[in-house]
T-cell receptor, first 108, second 115 residues
């Protein structure tokens, strides 16, 4: 069975501090992992996916198959990063499984 | 085309009534997804279409739920005999399949309240 966990419901950091949003998954095959973000009063949107190995808005995420993790990191948080972040997994087919989400609050 | 649209944005109904939601995807997108999201949870996959074919359906989806995409464009999600537990945000997303890297674009959602 596919499962995604995000242990922190809320994460508060000060502006300029590093941030790490944790994501762990369980899946027996080779998953595709994503991070989605929802800013206040906006739609859910894709932030990045592991297969692209890219940095978006200063965020990066590395897939660690040994630890079954896909943590999202940014070295210097900005106030505009405050949002709800969801980790998601896609296994076989198009059945996407989302985690419960972490609300990131970047304090001035 | 301003993205995925969903109607209505809000729906309040009484227990036992049927409701139908509509999703209009981005015009060239051939994949369409329905999700349900309750408070404090991430989106939960319900079903997925490629063109007009419904290719996957969550095992969690009750028989009271049915979705269609008759011409491969817009889709409808119907809930029959609604229950209070059906109260949630219903999200639609669409994507353009190709190369295995299709990105899902989400609509604003329809918030259902069952009294």
């Amino acid at each position: 069975a596919q499962r995604v966990t995000q242990p922190e419901k809320l994460l508060s950091v000060f502006k300029g501090a590093p941030v790490e949003l944790k994501c762990n998954y369980s899946y027996s095959g080779s998953p595709e992992l994503f991070w989605y973000v929802q800013y206040s009063r906006q739609r859910l949107q894709l932030l990045l996916r592991h297969i692209s190995r890219e940095s978006i808005k200063g965020f990066t995420a590395d897939l660690n198959k040994g630890e079954t993790s896909f943590h999202l990191k940014k070295p210097f948080a900005q106030e505009e990063d405050s949002a709800m972040y969801y980790c998601a997994l896609s296994g076989a087919g198009q059945n996407f499984v989302f985690g419960p989400g972490t609300r990131l609050s970047v304090l001035p | 085309d301003t993205g995925v649209s969903q109607n209505p944005r809000h729906k309040i109904t009484k227990r036992g009534q049927n409701v139908t939601f509509r999703c209009d995807p981005i015009s060239e997108h051939n994949r369409l997804y329905w999700y349900r999201q309750t408070l404090g949870q991430g989106p939960e996959f319900l079903t997925y279409f490629q063109n007009e074919a419904q290719l996957e359906k969550s095992r969690l989806l009750s028989d009271r739920f049915s979705a269609e995409r008759p011409k491969g464009s817009f889709s409808t999600l119907e809930i029959q005999r609604t229950e209070q537990g059906d109260s949630a945000m219903y999200l639609c997303a669409s994507s353009l399949a190709g190369g295995g890297l299709d990105e899902q674009f989400f609509g604003p959602g329809t918030r259902l309240t069952v009294l």
